[in-house]
T-cell receptor
């Protein structure tokens, strides 16, 4: 059982380049999330989705876009990369509706450096 | 809106000593609280969760946490630290609304000295 799979694990981007971080889950979870982790700041929510075709902004959405065409996949797009987007990105999922008290399952993370 | 504060970004203990990691929450509704652990270059793994069934919650690897409503706290403890406990620990609360997302504290890095 793979759980939540993120690719790539590491990436170096130049300022102004774009890229897509991939996230896939095989648990048939409705809810999916993208977080970024910066030292001493915990994890901040970038975007989330409650089902295919439905996405919404989190706390720090500027500079990012997402889509959710299937239940399994939730890619995160960075347009015009900036040094401030250097971070570790985590994708997570949890069962939908009525899942307030259930835990989220996390991928292994993507470490992105923008130079 | 819910929020979480973790006191102490770094905690150092000797092997065999008590581990105490502090977490205070703010919530206008009864909270659902979680502790996650992150080992180096890994994702987050659930240690334990509070969902109102019992105030003392036992988790994996000998950790436990006690929910104290009067103190708005959910501190994580382990009686005897092991070298393998060295990691970063995050306290989180579930947003009880659209999306049920987790709001995280800033994290506490636990160091265990031999």
């Amino acid at each position: 059982n793979a759980g939540v799979t993120q690719t790539p694990k590491f990436r170096i981007l130049k300022i102004g380049q774009s890229m897509t971080l991939q996230c896939a889950q095989d648990m048939n979870h409705n809810y999916m999330y993208w977080y970024r982790q910066d030292p001493g700041m915990g994890l901040k929510l970038i975007y989330y989705s409650v089902g295919a075709g439905i996405t919404d902004k989190g706390e720090v959405p500027n500079g990012y876009n997402v889509s959710r065409s299937t239940t399994e996949d939730f890619p995160l797009r960075l347009e015009l990369a900036a040094p401030s987007q250097t971070s570790v990105y985590f994708c997570a999922s949890k069962p939908g509706f009525g899942a307030t008290n259930t835990e989220a399952f996390f991928g292994q993370g993507t470490r992105l450096t923008v130079v | 809106a819910q929020s979480v504060t973790q006191l102490g970004s770094h905690v150092s203990v000797s092997e065999g000593a008590l581990v105490l990691l502090r977490c205070n929450y703010s919530s206008s509704v009864p909270p659902y609280l979680f502790w996650y652990v992150q080992y180096p270059n890994q994702g987050l793994q659930l240690l334990l969760k509070y969902t109102s069934a019992a105030t003392l919650v036992k988790g994996i690897n000998g950790f436990e946490a006690e929910f104290k409503k009067s103190e708005t706290s959910f501190h994580l403890t382990k009686p005897s630290a092991h070298m393998s406990d060295a990691a970063e620990y995050f306290c989180a609360v579930t947003h009880q609304g659209a999306g049920n997302m987790l709001t995280f504290g800033g994290g506490t890095r636990l160091m265990v000295k031999p």
